[in-house]
C-alpha cells in the first residue's frame, strides 16, 4: 500500500491543474433536454425496419436503449429477461498456488479471519512499559482520478530471480484477486486493464524514512522505522500536548489522509503488542482506522491473534501451526525453555516483548540539523572592515562543522541581521560541494558590498542552505602527466559574478544543420559522456570503423556563424549547382575569385515536418581579397518545393 | 642545463623559424598579455584573427577560457584550428569592464592554459591588469580588439602588452585545380617588447593550431622555411 499510494501521490502532484468545467455546457443544455425528450418517443428499432433477432444492433449498440425502455414501448419479457449482466462466476475462490492469500471475496477476506493487510504502520510507543500503537489501511472506495473516473487498478512488479511478480497491489487489484508474489503474466491474464508499474523499493524507503524524519520534527522526537511500511513512534510525555492518545492517532490518520496515506494506528505499552494490533487488526480497528489498547491491557488485547503478529519467521510459524499453536494465548500458555529449545530464542524473546516483560528498545531516526554558524554582537557593527573581520572568523567555524559532517557546502547564505530587523542576505552557491575557508571567504567578501549596514548589524549568521556529502576523492597517480586542474573554484567566482548561466560549454549534436551542429551544457558537467556499450551479438558489432565525429573535420567550417543567415542581394550565379560570381552583403558588394561547393544539407524531416523539402546548398566562397564567406542557396535549383532559389549568408571563415 | 626551462615553457612558439626568430622569445610570453586585432572592420578579418587566436590558444595547454561579448563562435570551425571543444569554456560577459574582470579572474585562477577576450576598449589600466594577472603564471592571455568605429585603429590606443599583433585575411593558396586552397593571412606584428616590428604572410592554422609559411617564400629561403615546415 505505501507503494501504491506513493505513486497515487505523485501521480497527483505532476498532473495538470484541474480543467475548468466549459462554459458552454450551460447554454448546450436546453438543447441536450430538446434532443432527450425527441428520443424519447423514438423507437429503438433502427429506422426503415429490418429488425431481425439477433441483429448486431440489436445485440451491442441498441443494449444501453433496451436498458431504459422509452415509456411508449413497453419490452416484451424475454427482451427483460435478455439483457443482463454477465452472470456471476459459478467457480468458488481458490487460494493462489503463488503463495498468496486468496481475496477473491473482500466480505471474507476482512470479516472472519484476520488477515495481515499490507498497509503501513506507525507503532507509536508510550509509557515507562513502552507502549506500541500501529497504523493500516483500511478498504474504502476505489481511488478516483479529478475527473472522478475510476482509475485503472494499479500494481507494481519487481523481477525475482526469473520472474517478474507483483510487489504490491492496490486495494481494487487486492479485491480481484492479485497480492504480491503473484506473477505479473497471471495477473495480466486475470484483470484486464490494469495498470502496472516498476517497484522502486529504494524510492519507498528513501519516501518512508524521510516521513519518519518529518515526524520526528514535528509529532515526537523518537520515530524508528522498523520495516518497509511500519514505524514506531514513542508517544511517551508526547500525547498530551494532542489531548490524548486517542485524539493524536486521530489528527495523526487525518495529517496522512491528507498526504495521500492510509494509515493504521495502534498505541500500546510495547512495541511488539502496537505492531500486532495494527497489522492483525480487531473489529474496533476497522472504524476509525486506530485502536488505543489501555496501559496494562496489551496481554489481553494480543491474546486473541495469531502468532504472526509477533513478528517471527515464516518457518517457525509454519511449525507452530502444525503442531496446533494458532494464536498467541497458546503460546504464552506454554512452558519457555522447551520453546527455546526448539525454536531458539526468537521465539520467546518476541513473545515477552510484545506482552511488556522484556525491553524492545527501538532505534530512532535521527533529524538532520542544518549547519548554521551564529555570531551575535553586544555593539552593533556598521562598517564592511568589521564585517570582514567577523566572516573571517565564522568561516573556519563553518568549515569546521562542515569537516566534522563529512560535508561540503553547495549553497551558502549569509544573512547580517539590521537592528531595525531588515536582514542583509549574500547567497552564494557553488559548483561542486566545497569546504575550503579560503575559496567560501573569498566569495563572501566579493560581495560584501552588497549588504547594507543601516544603523548597524547585530547578528551575523552563516547558513548552509544546501550541503552535499564530500569525501576523499581519487587523483590519478601519474607521473608522466599533470593533474587536470580544478575548475570548479574558478566557475564559483564567475558564477558569482556573471552567473552560471552565461558560462557553457559546447558539445557535439549529431546534425548537419549548422545551427543545430552545436549544443550547450552546464560547465562542470563531464565532457564526454560513454558511449552505448554494444551488445555482443549486436549487429553494429560488425562496423570496425571508428564512429565519425558529427562535426566532419576535414569539411571546412566557418569560424563563426551568424545567429541567423542573412540574406544576400544582388546575386549572379548559375544554376542549377554553380557558385555565385558576386553577391552584395551589407551593402558591399563582393567578387568572387574562387569557390567551392555545393554541399547539400537536406532538411530533417524527423525533427520538422516543415522542413521535409528544404534544401540549402553550401557554398565556400572567396572574393577577390581573400574574405572567405560561406554562402548558401535555398532550393536545388531544380525542384521548385526544395526552396525559393535565395541565397544567404551563413558564416565567416578565417 | 637549464632543464628547467625546458620543463615550464616560458614561451609558446610558432614553429616557423623565420616567425620565432624575430620575437623577443622565441614565441609568445606564456605569463604575459597578447592583442590581436583585425586588419580592418571586415567580419572576415576578424575572423581569421579569431583563428589566429584560437590556433596559439589550441598550442597551449590545459583548458582554455573564451570570454564572449556575442554568442556566434562556431566550435566545428574552432575545432578545425585545434582548439577541441572540451577543452574550451565560453563566458559571455555583458560589457567591456565585465568582460575584463572575467579574464582577470581567469588568469588569476592559475589552472587554464589561455584566457582569450573580445573587446572593443581597454585602456591602459585595464591592459596592465592583465598583464599583472598574468605574470606569475602559465596562463597566456590573449586580447582580441574590435573595431569600435570604421577607420579607427585599435591599436592606436596605449597597452601593456607584450606583443600586438594585426591579421588580416589574404588570397587563399591557389589550387591546380577550381576551389579554395589553405586559408593565407597578412600577419603583422605591429609591436612587440624588446623587439623589431615585422610583417608576413603565413598559411592559416591546420588542425593542430600550427600557421605554416607559403611555399613560395619557404623554397625561397629553402634553409630556414623548408626546416619549419617539415617541424611543423
Known amino acids: ?68 425502455p422509452p415509456v411508449t414501448r413497453q419490452p416484451a419479457k424475454h427482451e427483460i429477461g435478455r439483457r443482463d449482466e454477465a452472470a456471476a462466476n459459478p467457480f468458488r475462490a481458490v487460494p493462489s498456488d503463488e503463495g498468496g492469500r486468496s481475496r477473491f471475496l473482500p466480505g471474507l477476506a476482512r470479516g472472519g479471519e484476520p488477515s495481515r493487510s499490507d498497509g503501513g504502520g506507525a507503532a507509536a510507543v508510550r509509557g515507562n512499559p513502552p507502549r506500541p500503537s500501529t497504523t493500516a489501511y483500511g478498504g474504502g472506495s476505489p481511488p478516483r482520478d479529478k475527473l472522478g473516473e475510476e482509475l485503472p487498478p494499479l500494481v507494481t512488479s519487481i523481477r525475482n530471480g526469473n520472474r517478474i511478480v507483483i510487489a504490491a497491489a492496490c486495494p481494487v487489484a487486492q479485491m480481484q484477486g492479485l497480492g504480491p508474489g503473484m506473477a505479473i503474466a497471471q495477473a495480466r491474464a486475470q484483470v484486464t486493464g490494469l495498470d502496472i508499474r516498476p517497484a522502486d523499493p529504494e524510492g519507498d524507503r528513501a519516501h518512508l524514512a524521510s516521513l519518519a524524519v518529518a515526524l520526528a520534527r514535528r509529532w515526537t522526537p523518537t520515530v524508528a522505522i522498523e520495516s518497509d511500511d511500519t514505524l514506531f513512534l514513542d508517544l511517551t510525555g508526547v500525547a498530551h500536548l494532542y489531548g490524548g492518545e486517542a485524539a493524536m492517532a486521530a489528527r495523526l490518520r487525518r495529517m496522512l489522509a491528507r498526504l495521500g496515506y492510509t494509515a493504521r494506528i495502534a498505541i500500546a505499552d510495547t512495541p511488539g503488542a502496537a505492531w500486532a494490533l495494527a497489522h492483525y487488526p480487531r473489529s474496533g480497528l476497522e472504524g476509525d482506522g486506530f485502536l488505543v489498547c489501555l496501559p496494562g491491557t496489551q496481554i489481553e488485547a494480543v491474546a486473541k491473534l495469531p502468532i504472526e503478529a509477533l513478528r517471527i519467521d515464516a518457518a517457525a510459524v509454519e511449525l507452530l501451526h502444525r503442531l496446533g499453536v494458532k494464536r498467541i494465548v497458546q503460546l504464552a500458555a506454554m512452558p519457555r525453555a522447551p520453546l527455546v529449545r526448539r525454536f531458539g530464542a526468537e521465539i520467546a524473546t518476541r513473545l515477552e516483548q510484545a506482552l511488556g516483560r522484556l525491553p524492545e528498545p527501538v532505534h530512532p531516526v535521527t533529524t538532520p540539523e542544518p549547519i548554521a554558524i551564529i555570531q551575535r554582537f553586544a555593539e552593533p557593527i556598521a562598517t564592511a572592515e568589521a564585517i570582514t573581520h567577523w566572516l573571517g572568523t565564522l568561516v573556519p567555524r563553518l568549515t569546521a562543522a562542515l569537516e566534522a559532517k563529512g560535508l561540503g557546502a553547495s549553497r551558502i547564505e549569509f544573512v547580517a541581521d539590521r537592528v531595525d530587523g531588515v536582514p542583509q542576505r549574500i547567497r552564494i552557491g557553488l559548483a561542486r560541494p566545497n569546504r575550503d575557508g579560503a575559496h567560501l571567504l573569498r566569495l563572501l567578501l566579493r560581495r560584501i558590498e552588497q549588504v547594507e549596514p543601516g544603523y548597524g548589524i547585530d547578528a551575523l549568521t552563516l547558513h548552509v542552505r544546501r550541503a552535499l556529502p564530500l569525501g576523499p576523492e581519487p587523483f590519478t597517480e601519474r607521473l608522466d602527466e599533470e593533474a587536470a586542474p580544478d575548475l570548479a573554484t574558478l566557475v564559483d567566482t564567475l558564477a558569482t559574478r556573471i552567473g552560471l548561466g552565461a558560462m557553457w560549454r559546447n558539445h557535439p549534436v549529431e546534425s548537419d544543420v549548422p545551427e543545430r551542429s552545436v549544443a550547450c551544457m552546464a560547465v562542470l558537467d563531464p565532457p564526454e559522456r560513454a558511449g552505448q556499450r554494444l551488445r555482443a551479438d549486436h549487429v553494429g558489432q560488425l562496423d570496425r570503423n571508428p564512429a565519425l565525429h558529427p562535426w566532419h573535420p576535414e569539411w571546412p567550417k566557418p569560424a563563426r556563424l551568424l545567429r541567423r543567415p542573412e540574406r544576400l542581394d544582388h546575386v549572379v550565379a548559375e544554376l542549377p549547382d554553380h557558385a555565385p560570381r558576386r553577391f552584395t552583403w551589407r551593402g558591399q558588394s563582393h567578387r568572387v575569385v574562387r569557390a567551392d561547393g555545393p554541399e547539400r544539407i537536406h532538411g530533417e524531416w524527423w525533427k520538422r515536418a516543415a522542413e521535409a523539402h528544404h534544401v540549402r546548398d553550401y557554398f565556400r566562397v572567396e572574393d577577390d581579397v581573400g574574405r572567405r564567406y560561406w554562402l548558401f542557396r535555398k532550393g536545388d535549383g531544380e525542384r521548385p518545393m526544395t526552396g525559393d532559389l535565395s541565397w544567404y549568408l551563413h558564416g565567416i571563415f578565417g | ?55 596559439i590558444a589550441a598550442r597551449a595547454w590545459g583548458p582554455i577560457l573564451w570570454v564572449v561579448r556575442r554568442r556566434d563562435l562556431f566550435a566545428p570551425g574552432l575545432s578545425q584550428a585545434g582548439l577541441d571543444h572540451k577543452r574550451l569554456i565560453y563566458a559571455e560577459a555583458r560589457d567591456d569592464a565585465e568582460l575584463l574582470a572575467v579574464m582577470e579572474e581567469g588568469l588569476r585562477h592559475r589552472g587554464l592554459g589561455a584566457v582569450i577576450g573580445e573587446v572593443k576598449r581597454a585602456d591602459m589600466t585595464a591592459s596592465r591588469r592583465l598583464q599583472l594577472a598574468a605574470e606569475g603564471g602559465r596562463t597566456i592571455a590573449l586580447l582580441m580588439r574590435r573595431h569600435a568605429r570604421e577607420g579607427m585603429d585599435p591599436l592606436a590606443a596605449p597597452s601593456a602588452a607584450v606583443t600586438r599583433w594585426r591579421v588580416g585575411c589574404a588570397p587563399s593558396t591557389p589550387l591546380p585545380v577550381a576551389g579554395v586552397g589553405r586559408a593565407r593571412w597578412q600577419v603583422a606584428l605591429v609591436r612587440q617588447k624588446g623587439g623589431e616590428s615585422f610583417e608576413m604572410q603565413v598559411e592559416a592554422c591546420d588542425a593542430t593550431g600550427r600557421c605554416a609559411l607559403p611555399a613560395n617564400v619557404a623554397d625561397r629561403k629553402a634553409a630556414a622555411g623548408g626546416a619549419a615546415r617539415r617541424a611543423a
Open chain 1, 1 to 68: 500500500m505505501w507503494p501504491i499510494e506513493r505513486l497515487r501521490q505523485a501521480e497527483r502532484r505532476a498532473a495538470p491543474p484541474e480543467p475548468r468545467a466549459p462554459e458552454t455546457h450551460a447554454s448546450l443544455d436546453p438543447l441536450r433536454q430538446a434532443a432527450a425528450k425527441e428520443q424519447e418517443h423514438a423507437c429503438s428499432v433502427p429506422r426503415g425496419g429490418g429488425w431481425r433477432p439477433g441483429a448486431r444492433w440489436a445485440r451491442e449498440d441498441q443494449l444501453g436503449k433496451v436498458a431504459l
Open chain 2, 1 to 55: 642545463m637549464e632543464t628547467k626551462d625546458f620543463r615550464r615553457r616560458p614561451s609558446l612558439p610558432f614553429g616557423i623559424a623565420a616567425l620565432d626568430s624575430r620575437l623577443a622569445d622565441n614565441g609568445l610570453r606564456l605569463d604575459a598579455l597578447h592583442e590581436v586585432a583585425a586588419a580592418s572592420g571586415d567580419m572576415a578579418e576578424d575572423c581569421a584573427a579569431t583563428l589566429f587566436l584560437a590556433g
